[in-house]
């Protein structure tokens, strides 16, 4: 099985005329973006050493490795870029990483199951569980707090949810 990956940045286009891009750091502590590369495309095809030169707006300006010019610089715009989740550092035991929520199954406090996540959303207020629903038309989404979700229990795969009765989608109400 492959090694997880990480989001850890993202390029946004070129910086200046002689291949150094603009790169949105995802991680907790900005530059450390730079300690973990080679960093990959999501799919595997290209993977970058990372140098950052200097803090700009919004990011840094940095060079990756193979990218000499503009054009090759611009090229990447929109790039997103993981690194193993091995090389990344270890979470107290109440942080999680998304990419390690992702997949698993939740299930409510009685054990019945809900669905699993799909996706972990933060629209700026805090992280949201998208958590796909058998048989509903609709996602469920719980806000990721210790009232909603008491329980992340990585080593077996699952997830404890406490949600309102009122978010939770049943069969019989899609029809």
């Known amino acids: 099985m492959a090694e997880p990956l990480v989001l850890v940045g993202a390029i946004s286009g070129a910086f200046g005329v002689k291949g150094e891009v603009r790169l949105k750091s995802f991680c907790a502590e900005p ?101 796909h629903q058998p048989g509903a038309a609709q996602t469920l989404l719980l806000p990721f707090t210790l009232k909603t979700v008491p329980t992340v229990d990585l080593a077996s795969g699952r997830i404890v949810a406490d949600p309102p009765e009122e978010l939770i989608a049943r069969p019989e109400d899609e029809e």
Request: zero cysteines; aromatic letters at 6%.
């Open 31 to 131: 530059e450390a973006i730079e300690t973990y590369a080679p960093l990959s495309t999501e799919d595997g095809s290209r993977e970058f050493s990372v140098r950052l030169t200097r803090p700009i707006p919004n990011g840094f300006a940095a060079r990756l490795g193979g990218v000499t010019t503009k054009e090759q610089a611009d090229a990447l715009r929109g790039t997103r870029l993981f690194a193993p989740r091995e090389r990344l550092p270890a979470l107290p035991d109440d942080e999680f990483y998304h990419a390690d929520l992702i997949g698993l199954e939740v299930r409510n406090s009685g054990g019945e199951l809900l669905g699993r996540v799909r996706a972990v959303l933060n629209h700026g207020a805090g992280d949201i569980l998208e958590v």
